[in-house]
């Protein structure tokens, strides 16, 4: 990938670790993104961001959606998060970031 900053987002179904998995089985974590030296972005808000809307023990909660981005984004921008957000339309939740990172660099201005 270069030295280009890399942010990429959206319903990976796939967690990363244990920690994003509430209910069921254990899953393995990807290697996609491990190989493609993408890391998590640190999200504020609700860890998971998709249930099953069953009830009871037969219910699910998983950190399916995410943004992953590179070491050279982290470096130029090593404060950037994102906010998940509850969501009351739909099983996933939506990815707002609040950080417009690309608005701080000098050719945006």
Not at 12 to 31: C, H, K, Q, R
């Amino acid at each position: 990938m270069g030295d280009n900053e890399w942010l990429v987002l959206g319903d990976f179904n796939e967690i990363m670790d244990d920690s994003e998995v509430l209910g069921g089985w254990d899953l393995e974590a990807p290697t996609c993104l491990t190989e493609a030296d993408l890391s998590s972005v640190p999200m504020q808000g609700h860890i998971f961001t998709w249930c099953n809307n069953r009830q009871g023990p037969s219910r699910l909660w998983r950190r399916l959606d995410r943004m992953v981005a590179n070491l050279s984004l982290f470096m130029r921008y090593p404060d950037f998060f994102y906010q998940s957000a509850n969501t009351k339309i739909s099983d996933h939740s939506p990815k707002p970031s609040h950080n417009l990172f690309w608005c701080m660099s000098r050719e945006c201005r």
